[in-house]
């Protein structure tokens, strides 16, 4: 692993995947003229610009002093459990300037990559364990999924809210609210007709019952005619990785259970 901040610092955890995919996108264009001619712009130099100034730019905003990009790497583990996992994605077609904001973010910043792993479980990975990376940290995602994290967030596209501060609590319902409803846009499905609404429904009156949250969940499956295995596997694509759910010298994953 490299060497990471540990003095009084503030790191921006930033999801360069998102970023790698919106400048290859946005600095390509096609222009069809019709008779089945086709062309397409590839504005290399900007795209490689936009990647990193865009990276320069959250840090400035949130007055960070350290930068630290995370990228997926190969193998995804949460597909060896479910291998209906993102396969919608699995065939789209890559952006053709993909390569060259991947390049313009290792030539400028220090980019973590691990085999099995998604850029989000680096991102709560090192936002959860000061021995990965010290002082103080904030993540910078558009992605809901990182609202199940109990860290400090920027969203980009929310810029008015700042940093948000997301306590244990909230992440964990958060993140069993997902187990509940699902995600389809991954490949993974809850329990039918249960939305936000109802998902919360459930887990409030969980605490106001005093019933462990995970209880309330494997019973509205059960009660749904489905199982805890089901409920369990949900969890396990649903959940971001955190402190210690990663060994970096086995490559191994440390699979979530209630």
């Known amino acids: 692993m490299k060497k990471r901040p540990t003095k009084k610092s503030r790191t921006i955890l930033v999801d360069g995947d998102i970023i790698l995919y919106q400048q290859a996108f946005v600095n390509s264009k096609s222009v069809d003229w019709g008779d089945g001619i086709v062309s397409e712009w590839l504005e290399q130099d900007m795209a490689y610009a936009g990647a990193k100034e865009f990276v320069f730019w959250l840090k400035e905003l949130v007055h960070a002093t350290d930068i630290l990009v995370m990228v997926t790497g190969g193998k995804n583990f949460r597909r060896d459990l479910n291998p209906n996992y993102k396969l919608n994605r699995k065939d789209r077609e890559k952006p053709k ?10 030539e400028n910043f220090t980019v973590i990559s691990e085999p099995l792993l998604e850029a989000d479980d680096l991102l709560g990975l090192y936002a959860t364990d000061p ?24 969203n980009w596209n929310r810029t008015e809210q700042g940093v948000i501060k997301i306590n244990p609590l909230d992440a964990d319902l958060r993140f069993l609210m997902q187990v509940l409803m699902g995600d389809p846009a991954d490949g993974y499905y809850g329990i039918p007709k249960v939305g936000p609404k109802k998902a919360q429904d459930i887990l409030n009156a969980a605490i106001e019952e ?49």
């Open 97 to 106: 300037l993909l390569d060259i904001t991947i390049k313009a973010l290792n």
């Open 131 to 154: 021995k990965l990376c010290g002082g103080d940290k904030i993540i910078c995602s558009i992605d809901k999924d990182m609202m199940t994290l109990p860290v400090q967030l920027y």
């Open 210 to 258: 005093g019933i462990p949250l995970w209880d309330a969940v494997a019973n509205a499956y059960i009660s749904r005619g489905l199982s805890i295995a089901d409920a369990i596997m949900n969890a396990r694509m649903a959940y971001i990785l955190r402190t210690g759910d990663y060994d970096f010298h086995k490559k191994e994953v440390r699979l979530w259970n209630p």
